[in-house]
């Protein structure tokens, strides 16, 4: 009954049963209290007349929440249906907030108690005024400064609107307002500043309330990055704000403001005032914070004002030396302040929390950086002229004072330098290759979870030590050669300082000339084996075998010029294989991988003073080596072995290396099938089909790395594998037949389906390794059409495997148009089964359902004539499900969807079929498209959306379309051509989707895609601002919308990488590395 009486909006609201209403639905009901309060107080916020009850229940309510409640419908209005009131409900609505506002913060008591309810006011004022301002209310900010100076509480809160709406503008109005909306904004607020200014000027010169004081620096920051610079610098501003610096209670906002000032950049025109700035700063700081004093651990003991000062302090020093630093390298005293600055940063970046680091890190990248390229560009003088911020013409002498000046300014750094090099080494990243990690109980454990935080430091860390190492070889070296010292005489030995130390002699490789890096690892490798010896525990020894796999690991081509060290490296490994402390044997499984891929050559060759070449050795031992390692490190052993055998050029050798290497799996598979042939019941035995899988993954970890050469081994076991699977597939079938639909999910149908899938992946595993082998698609395909794809069109849905789908698609990737003849019986086989499984939600199945379109696709790439040959039936399937796929909201699945369209888009362009094709799906694409294109949940496919739009614009008049889109049954009079067909079809689409768009908008919009058609990135600026008028995407996250252009930016800074000395780590490089 009471729900009823609330749905009633043509009388006023009852105010007390909505609080009522309100109340159960924040808890004081039971739970179906809740549910029904959630289910009317959703009604009420879709109602498009609610809004209308809001100054009637913002009067008459007593509750805060329904208050809440209240605004968030009426800030509903202001977004979305603004433009679409009359006139007087708008400035109804504007001045009855203002009114309020006023009222509330103009005294004291009621401004502290109903400050959760002025400040959503505030914002609700600042979305009017995104209308509103400057065109409709023109006097906003004159009144607003002078109701501010009628008394301290408005003025406050004065500061916090104006501060709310610096940061709509200026922070958060990319994706929220059309280009020239936000152009106009920043306008005016630059042109009215001077009024704010000397408000904030007042006020800090004249008030004694500190809680006015704090929301006028508040207010300052947020507008200090954008308005005039005048304003700062030719003002009592600066010297103000530095006279606050020393005030405890002002000291953190104050810092803030400087540091915004600080962040500015622009020519020199201003070098003076912030040379003393600076000093000022210095001198004030010193008083705060001595010299000398232990930072971290300040901070560690801090209160949380005080910590927030140290981050706020590296804020500071990292914006201005950013912006500023070559102003202080001016004169002596500049220096000398410059250099203490450098050393309270230093100190700053030991302290024990991850933000405080990340600030400072990315500093100290930046300016290693820049001091490396300058000295890098010492050959190319114009180069390092534009480095030093030198712009003038050059002459011959010059080019030596250029470099004399360089040589001064590394001079200048040279300490500061060296001491970030010990920051480095001291906080060195954990690595993604290291698995061995101390938990929180102190106790040293496999890692079970990576860490990206972790892994994003480690790559900025590991570049700025790169380039500090190229600033100075030697300062490095003695560094850390000296730091081993101290772990091995025990002085300085803990687990932390070891891994740290190690990672970062990882983290240089490549970066030293061979000589000077041979000579350092000899050193090193050696520490670090005595190290192994000497040192009793087993964590200790876990530890010291982690470092020491890591730091091999990443040095390829020093193990491929030092057989020896190679030769002891690699036995070190197999030592480790044996030790059973967790993550030891998992490491040393995956460095020998690591190593045996960069240094194979070595291994097949007879090395001098050796009787037979590693590999044969390696053979021979093979059994004791993989003897205690688990089964998963056996299959990663077997393809390191694998890589190696590849490697060996005579064909009759390498033969006889593989035989040898499968001989335990294949011994153990005669057996199995020996006693297969004497009583077929033996293969269901529990033990045995574990067996057969783990052999099976054997084989497929060594095709993976044999690739071609592996094709007489999988020749010995292929039909009696596909023996094997049938058999397998109907005893799954059964028992899910028999056991009802739970017995899909008992271990042993899942046992035997693993079997399946194994010999599907190595089956898939040797076709994509395979090269230059056209026979083989001829030789296994036609004996698996049977087995395999008759087989999963007989079986039940819940017993067909997905990877038959994922195999035939790289079947055909790899055989092209070969395999033209076989796609009707692949489509027979897998099509309609597997679409009536996928089509009936956007849940079941998912793997069936990325794997079916990308067999798919692999068609229409490479057999698309096959296509040609679906009836007009299959063809509607096929289309249907492709629009099916691009309007999954499974990521993936909707590329590949959209991919794929865009493919048979072009391949029917240029077919005979052209005008049938679209006669019969222009349209519907079309709409599709438009479709997700404006759904939220679809963002990440905003780039492939555009090109099919594209495509489909231009096709029109491209010449391509001979005869007419409309259906000349439906339509009462011809269109002169398609294109002002499909444009008066698209507006009329929009015109229906969105309704709070004037057709105006809507046919500027459609006219803008034929107009920009030929030009993608004009094309595409003019949907996204589209999306966002269209008001569908409003305040979210638009990054997706701009992802293909931060994907260009990520390409440049590859390039750029590759072109110095061990930036690419030569663990990474995909070099076939010339280890002859």
């Known amino acids: 009954?009471?729900?009823?009486?609330?749905?009633?909006?043509?009388?006023?609201?009852?105010?007390?049963?909505?609080?009522?209403?309100?109340?159960?639905?924040?808890?004081?009901?039971?739970?179906?209290?809740?549910?029904?309060?959630?289910?009317?107080?959703?009604?009420?916020?879709?109602?498009?007349?609610?809004?209308?009850?809001?100054?009637?229940?913002?009067?008459?309510?007593?509750?805060?929440?329904?208050?809440?409640?209240?605004?968030?419908?009426?800030?509903?209005?202001?977004?979305?249906?603004?433009?679409?009131?009359?006139?007087?409900?708008?400035?109804?609505?504007?001045?009855?907030?203002?009114?309020?506002?006023?009222?509330?913060?103009?005294?004291?008591?009621?401004?502290?108690?109903e400050r959760l309810y002025v400040n959503k006011l505030n914002i609700i004022l600042v979305q009017v005024l995104k209308h509103e301002w400057p065109t409709r209310w023109r006097t906003f900010i004159p009144d607003l400064v002078s109701a501010a100076k009628s008394s301290e509480t408005i003025c406050e809160n004065c500061m916090a609107i104006l501060k709310l709406l610096s940061e709509e503008v200026f922070d958060f109005s990319r994706g929220e307002m059309t280009q020239q909306k936000i152009k106009d904004l920043k306008q005016s607020l630059n042109s009215e500043f001077q009024l704010i200014h000397e408000l904030c000027l007042y006020v800090l010169s004249a008030s004694q309330r500190t809680e006015l004081i704090r929301a006028t620096l508040a207010t300052l920051h947020a507008f200090l990055s954008w308005i005039p610079l005048g304003y700062i610098f030719e003002s009592p501003l600066l010297e103000t704000l530095l006279n606050f610096f020393p005030a405890g209670s002002y000291r953190n906002l104050t810092l803030q403001c400087l540091t915004e000032v600080a962040a500015l950049q622009f020519g020199d025109f201003y070098d003076m005032q912030y040379v003393k700035m600076y000093t000022i700063f210095m001198v004030q700081l010193q008083g705060i914070l001595p010299p000398g004093t232990n930072i971290p651990d300040a901070y560690a003991n801090g209160s949380s004002e005080e910590q927030a000062f140290i981050q706020n302090l590296a804020l500071f020093f990292t914006s201005f030396y950013k912006s500023h630093i070559r102003v202080l390298e001016s004169t002596p005293e500049n220096r000398s302040a410059l250099l203490m600055g450098l050393e309270y940063l230093i100190s700053i970046s030991y302290v024990d929390d991850t933000e405080v680091f990340k600030v400072c890190l990315d500093y100290w990248n930046s300016l290693v950086l820049e001091l490396f390229e300058a000295h890098h560009n010492l050959d190319n003088p114009a180069a390092a002229a534009?480095?030093?911020?030198?712009?003038?013409?050059?002459?011959?002498?010059?080019?030596?004072?250029?470099?004399?000046?360089?040589?001064?300014?590394?001079?200048?750094?040279?300490?500061?330098?060296?001491?970030?090099?010990?920051?480095?080494?001291?906080?060195?990243?954990?690595?993604?290759?290291?698995?061995?990690?101390?938990?929180?109980?102190?106790?040293?454990?496999?890692?079970?979870?990576?860490?990206?935080?972790?892994?994003?430091?480690?790559?900025?860390?590991?570049?700025?030590?790169?380039?500090?190492?190229?600033?100075?070889?030697?300062?490095?070296?003695?560094?850390?050669?000296?730091?081993?010292?101290?772990?091995?005489?025990?002085?300085?030995?803990?687990?932390?300082?070891?891994?740290?130390?190690?990672?970062?002699?990882?983290?240089?490789?490549?970066?030293?000339?061979?000589?000077?890096?041979?000579?350092?690892?000899?050193?090193?490798?050696?520490?670090?084996?005595?190290?192994?010896?000497?040192?009793?525990?087993?964590?200790?020894?876990a530890v010291i075998a982690s470092n020491i796999m890591y730091v091999v690991g990443q040095y390829p081509k020093f193990l491929r010029a030092h057989w020896k060290f190679l030769k002891t490296v690699v036995n070190k490994l197999f030592e480790f294989m044996h030790e059973t402390h967790p993550g030891v044997q998992d490491m040393a499984c995956d460095t020998f991988l690591k190593i045996v891929q960069k240094c194979k050559r070595k291994f097949v060759i007879t090395q001098v003073g050796e009787n037979e070449p590693f590999v044969s050795e390696l053979l021979s031992g093979l059994p004791v080596t993989v003897a205690d390692l688990e089964p998963h490190q056996i299959h990663t052993f077997y393809e390191s072995v694998g890589h190696m055998i590849q490697a060996e050029s005579d064909p009759q050798k390498r033969d006889e290396y593989l035989q040898r290497l499968m001989e335990l799996p294949n011994q153990k598979w005669a057996e199995i099938i020996g006693q297969a042939r004497l009583s077929v019941d033996f293969l269901k035995d529990q033990d045995v089909i574990r067996t057969v899988l783990n052999i099976l993954q054997t084989n497929t970890s060594a095709a993976c790395s044999l690739g071609t050469y592996f094709l007489s081994?999988?020749?010995?076991?292929?039909?009696?594998?596909?023996?094997?699977?049938?058999?397998?597939?109907?005893?799954?079938?059964?028992?899910?037949?028999?056991?009802?639909?739970?017995?899909?999910?008992?271990?042993?149908?899942?046992?035997?389906?693993?079997?399946?899938?194994?010999?599907?992946?190595?089956?898939?595993?040797?076709v994509d390794k395979a090269e230059d082998q056209p026979q083989i698609g001829k030789q296994f395909v036609p004996p698996m059409m049977d087995p395999i794809l008759g087989d999963y069109a007989r079986n039940l849905p819940d017993a067909r495997e997905s990877e038959v789908l994922s195999l035939f698609a790289t079947i055909i990737n790899k055989y092209k148009g070969a395999m033209t003849e076989d796609v009707p019986h692949i489509f027979e086989s897998v099509f309609e089964c597997t679409l009536e499984m996928i089509t009936k939600n956007f849940e079941d199945y998912p793997e069936h359902r990325l794997k079916f379109f990308s067999l798919l696709r692999a068609i229409a790439t490479h057999c698309f004539h096959a296509l040609f040959h679906l009836s007009s039936q299959q063809l509607k399937l096929v289309m249907d499900s492709i629009n099916w796929a691009f309007r999954h909201t499974e990521r993936n699945i909707a590329e590949t969807g959209l991919n794929l369209l865009l493919e048979m888009l072009k391949n029917f362009q240029v077919s005979e079929f052209c005008n049938q094709f679209h006669k019969t799906y222009f349209l519907t694409i079309v709409q599709e498209?438009?479709?997700?294109?404006?759904?939220?949940?679809?963002?990440?496919?905003?780039?492939?959306?555009?090109?099919?739009?594209?495509?489909?614009?231009?096709?029109?008049?491209?010449?391509?379309l001979t005869e007419p889109l409309w259906d000349a049954s439906t339509v009462p009079y011809p269109y002169p051509n398609n294109a002002i067909f499909v444009r008066e079809y698209t507006i009329k689409l929009l015109g229906t989707s969105f309704p709070n768009m004037t057709t105006t908008?809507?046919?500027?919009?459609?006219?803008?895609?034929?107009?920009?058609?030929?030009?993608?990135?004009?094309?595409?600026?003019?949907?996204?601002?589209?999306?966002?008028?269209?008001?569908e995407f409003s305040a979210q996250d638009n990054k997706d919308l701009y992802a293909e252009e931060a994907a260009v930016q990520r390409e440049r800074e590859r390039q750029r990488m590759l072109t110095i000395p061990g930036l690419i780590a030569p663990s990474e490089l995909q070099d076939e590395m010339v280890d002859s």
Request: charged share 25%; net charge negative.
């Open 1001 to 1031: 908008e809507v046919t500027q919009f459609v006219n803008g895609l034929f107009e920009s058609r030929n030009d993608l990135s004009t094309f595409k600026d003019h949907i996204r601002d589209f999306l966002v008028q269209s008001k």
């Open 386 to 541: 534009s480095m030093m911020g030198l712009q003038m013409p050059l002459l011959s002498g010059m080019v030596d004072g250029i470099g004399s000046q360089l040589s001064q300014r590394r001079h200048l750094y040279s300490a500061p330098m060296s001491k970030l090099r010990m920051l480095m080494i001291c906080r060195m990243a954990k690595p993604e290759e290291v698995l061995i990690v101390e938990d929180e109980n102190g106790n040293i454990v496999r890692e079970t979870m990576k860490d990206n935080d972790v892994l994003v430091q480690y790559k900025i860390m590991r570049e700025t030590l790169i380039y500090l190492s190229h600033l100075d070889h030697e300062d490095t070296e003695q560094q850390m050669l000296k730091k081993l010292s101290k772990q091995l005489n025990g002085e300085d030995w803990t687990w932390n300082n070891l891994n740290t130390l190690c990672w970062a002699i990882g983290s240089i490789s490549g970066s030293m000339m061979d000589e000077q890096e041979n000579r350092f690892l000899v050193m090193v490798i050696r520490d670090l084996l005595n190290l192994c010896e000497i040192t009793k525990g087993k964590d200790n020894k």
């Open 713 to 766: 081994q999988i020749s010995l076991i292929f039909l009696d594998m596909l023996n094997v699977y049938r058999m397998y597939s109907e005893l799954i079938s059964n028992s899910i037949a028999g056991g009802g639909p739970f017995a899909s999910k008992s271990s042993y149908v899942k046992l035997l389906r693993s079997v399946k899938r194994e010999t599907l992946k190595l089956i898939e595993t040797f």
């Open 929 to 960: 498209i438009f479709a997700v294109l404006t759904d939220t949940f679809h963002k990440p496919g905003f780039k492939l959306h555009v090109l099919v739009l594209q495509h489909l614009f231009c096709l029109v008049d491209s010449g391509s």
């Open 1 to 113: 009954m009471a729900a009823e009486k609330l749905r009633d909006l043509s009388q006023p609201i009852d105010v007390p049963l909505l609080d009522a209403t309100v109340s159960a639905f924040y808890g004081t009901g039971s739970k179906d209290e809740r549910t029904a309060a959630d289910q009317i107080l959703r009604e009420l916020q879709n109602n498009p007349d609610t809004w209308l009850q809001v100054v009637h229940i913002l009067q008459n309510s007593q509750n805060l929440n329904t208050k809440f409640f209240a605004l968030q419908v009426l800030e509903g209005v202001i977004k979305y249906r603004w433009n679409a009131l009359p006139v007087e409900q708008r400035d109804g609505i504007k001045n009855y907030i203002s009114d309020i506002i006023v009222q509330l913060s103009s005294n004291e008591v009621s401004f502290r108690r």
